[in-house]
């Protein structure tokens, strides 16, 4: 956990460096590591130096999304999005350029900002054309009507696919009730009629007003030498000149809710949803961090309150949490996912009744401490990680300063009880709220006004921690991983390796394999694995869920759990300090497991719930038609595809006893594989391995089940799925091949070209010049 040194809210004083900046670009500030420039054009640039990983990621945000989108003009931020990958004059094919660079770029569009984003193997002929890029279609991309011809029919298709989702759309919904006159009550994709009728020359004019240095941000981490990177952005950037231009002042700011209000929205498929909305500070306001923390004290499973109050009483089949921290005042959500044919009337009101009695049960001190140690844990999570450090700092940045990501780290830390109760009380309230249901109603009570923020005066007296040692820089070939990697057995049987490396925040990843039975063995035991799996983290002979997960807080450890036929997973993220404990952690999960009763019937109803919301959806249809199609084996087989019926009567089908048969049987070190990368300590860690699982013998055989090519008889499958816009298509081919063959790399060679790139065959034929689906690939299945 990263602790404050330093009062938050005082500013740095800008640190005197031995480096010479190139002409026009000036060293404004630096915090923890991150290094702020200005150009004289106005462009912002943070530079991220990381060594821990072999990758560079540029993000380039301009500070424009669809709260600056005029009337009829909804979607145009999203638009410009998709046009500036038509090209320039002096980049023609974008798409082509990124696939021989390997590149792994896109763009996304928010509220407040547009980003552009390429990760790549550190390279820096790769960096120098991607920032010359950048820059040149900051200014000179086409924006041109034939392309957007082009794209129009693929945008559309991208609507479409957003309106076969009841959540996203109920999402949509409830927003734009909560906002009457504010655009983040737009929907960023935009109208389908302003999106179809979008005039060219305004789009042509939205682009050079709000794409321009002085309205952008780019932001560099990763590996890259800095004095080039600094030298390359000035050549390339530095040349466009700061416009003249005024951007306009956006005043508008949503008036205070006079009470309740509702949106119901009515589909086929799915399960019953229940949203309630709330508006809250924007993401500047010192009160923020308190929303921040209340998201989790209530919808956090399992130690939320709507958990306790809703899973666990089966109201519901899950509930969640969303806070949207933005530039001007944003909104949290909470919601419920019921079971089908569930009655929603006990849930919405032990929902509504959770959300408004803060008043009445007032938060606790634990429960404050509990959600501070989560929201924590996710941003050390964040920060630790070169590649979503640039993604975090650019949310920051359209929130109004990137500084907020640290400062309001700093406010979570301070948090008091007294604030989080007192944010509760005024922002909590009937008439303060939007209720959404996917399948309606209350009594006033004002909430007070929420003002824009002064970021700047927020942050007059701020100062970040101290900068993080700089992590290893390890080159990642075959070579330097054998020579690195330290192997070992256990006398159990349990196959070790472990590369110790130093990494930023002293972060380390494992996976344990357990690997278990045969095909004959396994045969016949239904569902029961899967919710064995499901099991395993929610409590041990010793430590109840909520210790476990607060245990894992505590440890800065994330973990998940997940089985195939014949293994199980456990994968780990952790820090050196705490990887000895998680791994004994792990051990209690796996070898004495409670295995409840009410979380299995929990397991059950949330399985049920998620098979129901599958059978309408196009994808998950044709997925489940394609492995059943052909499939030869019987029923009881782990090969065998089961229909949506099958598998609803499998679940119901489980008992607690089959459960802890097959954890008795199957489960065991024998045939273990544990791996870890990271900054850890090797002989400690053989040692926790050793005492942890030392001693756990399996006394059934294993062997590895056998997945032989299977014919496929020709056919063609269709299948109706009401209410659906979106449609689904794919082909499968079965190949006589294994991954050891010689044909091996023609294939994939082949693969890559016809369908595994942005500049693919199936890509530029279907996406690029037919313009008849958002999204095209073809992949290889080796098994």
Known sequence: ???????????????????????????????????????????????IRDDSKPT??????????????????????????????????????????????????????????????????????NLRWYLGWQADAMVNSYIARKDLDSEMTVVRNEMEMGENSPDRILFEKTVAAMYQWHNYGKSTIGARADVENVDIPRLQAFYRQYYQPDNATLIVSGRFDEAKVRAWVKEFFGRIPKPKRVLPRLYTLEAVQDGERSVTLRRVGGTPLLFAGYHVPAAADPDFAAVEALGLILGDTPSGRLHKRLTEKELAASVFSFTEGLADPGFALFGAELGAGQDPEPARKALLETLESLRTEPITEEELNRAKAKWLKGWSTAFTDPQTVGVSLSEAVAQGDWRLFFLTRDRVKALKLADVQRVAQSLLVTSNRTLGEYVPTAKPLRTPSLPRVDVAA???????????????????????????????????????????KATRGGAVQATLVLRFGDEKSLANWGRTPDALAALLDKGTATLSREQIQDKLDELQTELSISQAPGQLVVQLRSRRAHLVEAINLVAQMLRTPALPAPVLEEVRRQALAQVEQQRKEPDAVLANAMERHGNPYPAGDVRYAPSFDEIEADLKAVKLERVREFHQAFLSASHAEFAAVGDLDEPAVQAALQTAFGDWKGSRPYARIPDPLVPLPPAKLEFATPDKQNATLALRLPLPLTDRDADYPALMMANHLLGAGGDSRLWNRIREKEGLSYNVYSAVQWN
Request: proline share 5%.
């Open 56 to 125: 560079t990621t540029v993000n380039l945000t301009y500070h424009v999304g669809s709260r600056h989108e005029n009337y009829g003009e909804t979607g145009m931020a999203h638009l410009l999005e998709h046009l500036l990958f038509k090209g320039s004059p002096k980049h023609p094919l974008v798409w082509s350029e990124f696939n021989k660079r390997g590149l792994r770029a896109n763009g996304s569009t928010w509220f407040d900002r547009t980003n552009y984003f390429a990760s790549f193997a550190a390279n820096e002929d």
């Open 458 to 500: 927020q942050l007059k007296d701020f100062k970040g921690e101290a900068a993080q040692a700089a992590a290893e820089a390890f080159e990642a070939t075959p070579a330097n991983i054998d020579a690195r990697t330290k192997v070992s057995t256990l006398p159990v049987g349990m196959k070790v390796a472990l590369l110790p």
């Open 1 to 47: 956990m990263l602790m404050s040194v330093m009062p938050a809210g005082a500013a740095a004083p800008v640190k005197a460096k031995a480096e010479v900046l190139p002409a026009g670009m000036a060293r404004v500030t630096s915090v923890e590591g991150i290094d702020e420039y200005r150009l004289a054009n106005g462009l912002q640039v943070l530079l």
